[in-house]
């Protein structure tokens, strides 16, 4: 399995200071720090994903969708809250031109909470393409201090690629128009790049006449 390398280097930095504990004060007192560099390779773990065809919206990012309620009276929002356990590497939820990319800074509560979506530290993304336009949400939590976007304005993209990463338990936000149909709901659990969140109203239907 792939590994960010950003988790090689933590584990390398901790590893390393895991071997001069041990030398000045003994094995034992370095176990922590060599547990934390095993944590790290499996905190930033990179596993491949089948990505689903057709007019439908993959996740984001793996974790646990703690809400889906209406934003405005066009936009609804689905929100999935990402413990340490799950894989932090986000994926684009449709393929298209990276339209916008904007830093807000703000909070770091827990990511769980409902106003995060709002007051949290956070990158918005939105993408366009085949007539639609989703925006999603990398949102810091109480311990992600550090949120990573690989791509800029202009950028295409394709569905399922992978576009950044946020660092420890934090949240994504995805907002759909009126032209999309959720199928999942608070509670369930789904993987990033190949769980299905929405599917075009009437899409494959239009395609089909």
Known sequence: MAIVIDGVYYALGLSAAGGIVAWLAGPWFSAPLWILAAFCLYFFRDPERVVPDGPVAVSPADGKVVAVRAESSDLTRLSIFLNIFDVHVNRAPIAGTVADVQYRQGSFHVASREECSARNEQNVVTLSGD?????????????????????????????????????????????????????????????????VLARRSNREASHGS
């Open 131 to 195: 007539d639609t336009s989703v925006i999603f949400k990398q949102i810091a939590g109480l311990l992600a201090r550090r949120i990573v976007c690989s791509k800029k304005t202009g950028d295409r993209v394709a569905a399922g690629e992978r576009v950044g990463l946020i660092k420890f338990g934090s949240r994504v936000d995805v907002l759909f128009g009126p032209e999309w149909e959720i199928v999942v709901r608070p509670g369930m659990r789904v993987a990033g790049g190949s769980s």
